[in-house]
Each structure stands twice: as structure tokens, then as C-alpha cells.
């Protein structure tokens, strides 16, 4: 509000009124602009009265400007001992108030005054007694009111992010993160943070975004941890301007077990069969589980897995799945050459980790002696020396020790000497000092000489012990020998086998 000044009785101003004023130009960024008129306010009419006679005032209101006035309250304060009578004013009304003191208040109120135009209104003052007095005029504009309306322009950061909600253990995902500025200003300094609890976190810085603008951000995550675990991500810019969003992730694990079922004695030379069992108590398939069984020195593989690979001693093949809950199981035979114990190790490995097994096998080593025996050709002559020959070959995987060789002859031929090793002869025997040692794979041979002192047909036997085992060596063989100074040959009938002593 623009109170006006206090204004006494004057005379008519109008002859002084100034130039209505241009109205002020604005500017492009101009929203609003609320102006009130130039106005002059004048109360006309006599300067002196006499008592008791009325006299005629006038109150003119001027708008000297190029807009409307809209609305004015103008008040004339009489003093008490002065009557007021109010008019008809050309433009709204009079509203006369007798206050408790005797004074008098004029309020004279309207609501337009078009721009160059005048409104006046006829107030009569009478005087009630000889006393100077002093009207007080003052009046106000009503409020000028005016609204407009501003466009408020903000960034709005729309986050999404993509994936699987179930991953397996050590395997690389991907996880999209797509970003859109959904508000009608540009978003400054945009930046994105992905947090993988108990991971830690990490941030893309993205830079500038129009209004309507998308961009995506590829994030690439391996899980080394079994169970759920949350993902957030958060977008932010300048301004407070944030989104944030999140997913839940099951990471599953395949957990792998091994086992390895051996025996745990086997005797050298023999095969044995080893079972091998991997068995997944994870909540997810182990695929392309890549095996691997160590052999011992010595050994070889006789039955390995159809896809299976040996490359010296190591046994290679690829398990193409076992499922969460299943077993899997492979029998394998080996062939173990180096007595005592013998250690198979198996490893299997996979994205979901390693497992290894391992067992031991004992192979008891034996020696296994074969004895051969030559005898003459038949018929052999009387009196003529012949030849028995040994043959000892140890086809055991160790060493025969302590080897005692005992040849035997039945009566009517007596032994001359021995050769291969030490001996000494006996009526009928030739009797071998005890062979110290024959090792795995070794071939002893004697020669046992014999003269027969008749003809007929007569036996011979090898006796062979060892210290080491309970097994005895015996075999016979019968020569026909014949007297080339007989007259005559007996007859079948006739003839006779000596006891071997």
C-alpha cells in the first residue's frame, strides 16, 4: 500500500499536474511486473467559513498515468465541533463514522479509475463554533496482486540394474547398470558406485547427462563366496540428485569330495583295481572337472576311462558333469612293479575349486623259483658219462635266498662231479653248497655228470629249498641205459628201475 500525503484545504491543482509517465519496457527474462498509477488526490473549496453557515467542498482524485487504477480508500479526519454532510460521488461511495470523541471520519472508497480520468465527490462543512480547525485527509491504494507462473527445470537419475540372481561360484558374470536422466535439466557430474557387500566398492564416473540421455555400464563380477549377497548401486550428480537400486544374488557352489578305493595288499605282479568316486555335496554342477591320478614308480595303468590320457605316470580325463547331490565313479586297474608301499594320488579340479585323494597299496614281493630239468638222451650207454643239467629261474619279484639244490640218483648210477657251483658228491647224491641269492628275473644253471654202472632204465630228481618260503622243487626223469657189450637185450619183462637213495 501507498499511503498519499496529508493534505489541507487548497485550491484546484490541476493546472500543475506533471506528465503522465511511459510505462517501463522489460526485460526477455522478465516473469512479472505489478505497477500502480501516478496519482494526485486534491480537496477544493474555501479556505475560511463563518459559523454556523455550510460550506461546499470538493475531493477530486486525479490518475495522471497510462494505467487503471484499481481500487483507492481515502479518509477526511473532521475534528469534533465541525458537521460534516457527505455528497454523491461520481465514482463508488461515501461511508461517514462519529467517533467517541466527537470527531468525524469520512472513508471514501471505489474500485476503478480508468487512466487520464478524475473522480470527484461533494462533502458540506459546517462550523459549530469560532475555533480555527484543521481537516486531515489521507488515502491508499489498494493492493495491487499479480502471479505468474515459473517452470521449475530439475535432473532425475532413473537407475536399473541387470543380472543373474543366481551365479556359480569363481565364474565371471555380467551386470548392467543402465542410467537415464528422466528430468528436463542436464545432470552434472553423474557417477556411479557398485557396492558388493563383503567386496567392497567401486565407481564409474559418467560425466555430463542431457535430459532423455541413457547410458550403460557393463560390470563384469566373480563370486568367491558361497550365499547370498546383496549388490546396490547408486547414481548421483550434482545437486543432491541421487537414485539408487539392488539386487539380491545366490551364489551357488558345486563342492566337490574324492575318494579313492584301493586294496590295501596285493602281491607283485598281479593286478589291482582302484575305484575312484567324486562326489558333489555343493548346491550346483561341477562341469568339466578335469581328474588326474598320480601313479606310483613302477606301475601301469592296464584299464584307464575311456577318454582318459596316460602320459608317463599320470592318468588324464575330463568329467563332464556331476550334478549337485551325485556321485560319480570310475574303476581303474593298475599293474604295481615296485614292492612295498605304493601311493595312487588323485586331484580333480574345476571352477568351483580343487579336491585331492590319495591311497596307499602294499605290494608284497615273493620269490617264485621254476626249475627245469635236461636228462640224457635215451637210451644213454653203460659206463659212459652222461649229463643232467638245472635250470633255476626266479620269475618271483625278489630275490630267492638261501637256495639249496640236492640231485638224486637211484641205484646202478652213481654222480662224478658237478659244475655251476660249489657241491660235493655223496653216494648217489650231488649235494650243492646253498646258493646265497637268486634275484628277481635271474637264471642259475648246474650241471650234475653220472655214469651208470648197469643198464636198464634209471631215475634221477632235483630237490630245491629255500629258507624263505615253504614251497619245495622236485622233479623226476627216467633214462633207458644200455650195456653195448650185452649179448642180448633183456626183455621188457626183465628189466629194472633202481630206488633213488
Known sequence: DTPGPSSSLAADPRSTLPPP?????????????L????????????????????ADYSIVVMNDDRIDLNGLILRLDIPPGVAVQAGEPSQGAFDVERTADGATLVTWAFDRLPAGNQAAA???????????FAVAMEWTLVPVEGQTQVAVR?????????????????????????????????????????TAEPYGASTSKIGDLAPGEEETVNVELTFNQRGAISIAAEASATGDVASQTAIDVLVRQARLETLIEAPRVVYHGTSAEYKVRVENTGDAPATNVQAMLTLPAGADAVRIPSQGQQSDRVVMWTIPVVGAG??????????????????????????QGKTSASALTLVQAVADLKLLVSDPIAPAPVGSEVLYELELTNRGSKAANNVKVVAQFSEGIEPS???????????????????????????????????????GIHRFRAD???????VRLVQEESTRFLNPNASRLATPGGQTQGVLR
Do not use: K
Not at 122 to 132: C, E, G, K, W
Not at 161 to 174: H, M, S, Y
Not at 327 to 350: D, I, R, W
Not at 417 to 429: L, T
Open 21 to 33: 509517465r511511459e510505462p517501463v519496457g522489460g526485460t526477455s527474462d522478465e516473469r512479472l511486473r
Open 35 to 54: 505497477q500502480t498509477p501516478r496519482i494526485q488526490v486534491t480537496l477544493n473549496g474555501p479556505s475560511d467559513l463563518p459559523v454556523g453557515v455550510p
Open 122 to 132: 461533494p462533502v458540506q462543512i459546517l462550523a459549530q463554533a469560532a475555533r480555527n
Open 154 to 194: 530439475a535432473p532425475r537419475l532413473e537407475l536399473a540394474l541387470d543380472g543373474p540372481a543366481e551365479v556359480r561360484f569363481g565364474e565371471p558374470n555380467t551386470y548392467q547398470l543402465r542410467l537415464r536422466n528422466a528430468g528436463d535439466a542436464v545432470a552434472s557430474e553423474v557417477a556411479v558406485q557398485l
Open 326 to 351: 551325485e556321485t560319480y565313479e570310475e574303476t581303474l586297474q593298475l599293474n604295481l612293479s615296485q614292492a612295498g608301499e605304493n601311493q595312487v594320488q588323485l586331484e580333480c579340479n574345476s571352477s
Open 417 to 455: 662231479r658237478g659244475e655251476g657251483h660249489a657241491y660235493r658228491v655223496v653216494p648217489g647224491q650231488v649235494l650243492f653248497e646253498p646258493i646265497a641269492s637268486i634275484a628277481a628275473g635271474e637264471t642259475i644253471r648246474l650241471r650234475v655228470f653220472a655214469q651208470a654202472e648197469q643198464g
Open 464 to 470: 630245491v629249498r629255500t629258507d624263505e618260503t615253504e
